[in-house]
């Protein structure tokens, strides 16, 4: 099983960045999936999270009406669309689902300035 998350960067304040999670090594169309972000010196939280089939999605508080997670099965791919960013936001993102047991990306990192 492998989870590689891509598309962080350096975003002014306000920018908007696309994270992308791939998946190899299960059947991907059958499990939920995560965003979560985890910034210096603070616990790993919940960003995001899609059901298979794509039919609910969560936020947290902090990125509703900014953040839009979907997926793309055909591609075993997972999206985080981020718009509005602001230098909170600043993370490392992961990418997460549980399949046997837990299963976690090694991350991207999304840096906002002010």
């Known amino acids: 099983v492998q989870l590689v998350e891509s598309g962080g960067g350096l975003v002014q304040s306000g920018g908007s960045l696309r994270l992308s999670c791939v998946a190899s090594g299960f059947t991907f169309s059958r499990f939920g999936m995560s965003w979560y972000r985890q910034a210096p010196g603070k616990e790993r939280e919940l960003v995001a999270h899609i059901s298979s089939g794509g039919y609910t999605t969560n936020y947290a508080d902090a990125v509703k009406g900014r953040f839009t997670i979907s997926r793309d099965d055909a591609k075993n791919a997972v999206i985080l669309q981020m718009s509005s960013l602001k230098p909170e936001d600043t993370a490392m993102y992961y990418c997460?689902?549980?399949?046997?047991?837990?299963?976690w990306g090694r991350g991207t990192q999304v840096t906002v300035s002010s």
């Open positions: 997460r689902t549980f399949y046997i047991r837990e299963r």
